[in-house]
């Protein structure tokens, strides 16, 4: 199935990269937080988590905005020392890269596929997803890679049908020639429109059942 492709699209958190929002989300309400701010009723947390995403707030400006929602002893700490607990709880989503989805993505290219990565992402994780990466595989993200496509370097995300569309200009690819791998349906069908074969997949889970990556 899917032999045809020559272009394979990967998501990175959830697919390529364990995560798990929870633990980021849970450790803000624990430093002081109000978990309202982190719901889809009050979602102004989130809707900053967007700007951050497209690149249109920098990773200073994401922090003092959670900094300055933060109870007032909270506050009261040491700047540098709030920045870096800060940073770090933001950094606790992101999980690990197992063994054997590296080596897939590997065999893959050299099958003679084009494996790029596509992924909403920030400039506050980019740093440990490569981190993460070094240790895991000994190799930056565009060693692993034939080309990442990283929403806060193109100014918009998943699921604006325009990133995919970027995407196949910068490709030179026709929608035919490529899948994509998404662990969100939204993002799937946000592909499908534009005329990208899309495989929604279980967030974290192994690739051994699913079509070409297994």
């Known amino acids: 199935m899917y032999s045809d492709k020559k272009i394979v699209i990967l998501d990175l958190g959830g697919v390529v990269l364990d995560i798990n929002v929870n633990l980021s989300f849970g450790a803000l309400v624990a430093l002081g937080l109000d978990a309202r701010m982190l719901t889809e009723e009050n979602c102004l947390v989130n809707e900053t988590i967007l700007k951050f995403d497209r690149g ?26 709030l920045r870096e607990r800060v940073a770090d709880i933001w950094n606790m989503m992101l999980g690990s890269y197992a063994p054997a989805k590296i080596e897939r993505i590997r065999e893959l290219r050299r099958q003679g596929r084009r494996v790029v990565l596509l992924s909403n992402t920030n400039d506050g994780h980019w740093g440990e997803i ?4 070094y240790y895991a595989a000994g190799c930056r993200m565009d060693e692993l890679f034939d080309e990442l496509y990283l929403s806060y370097r193109m100014r918009m995300r998943k699921p604006e049908p325009k990133i995919f569309q970027e995407l196949l200009r910068c490709e030179g690819a026709e929608p035919q020639d490529c899948i994509f791998f998404d662990d969100s349906q939204e993002n799937c069908d946000a592909a499908r429109s534009v005329g990208i074969d899309a495989v929604k997949v279980e967030r974290n889970a192994a690739w051994d059942n699913i079509p070409l990556l297994g």
Do not use: K, M, N, T
Request: glycine share 4%; aromatic share 14%; no cysteine.
């Open 130 to 133: 490569e981190r993460r990466l």
């Open 56 to 81: 249109e707030i920098s990773a200073d400006e994401f922090y003092s905005y959670i900094e300055g929602w933060l109870p007032e002893q909270v506050r009261l700490l040491p700047a540098e020392d």
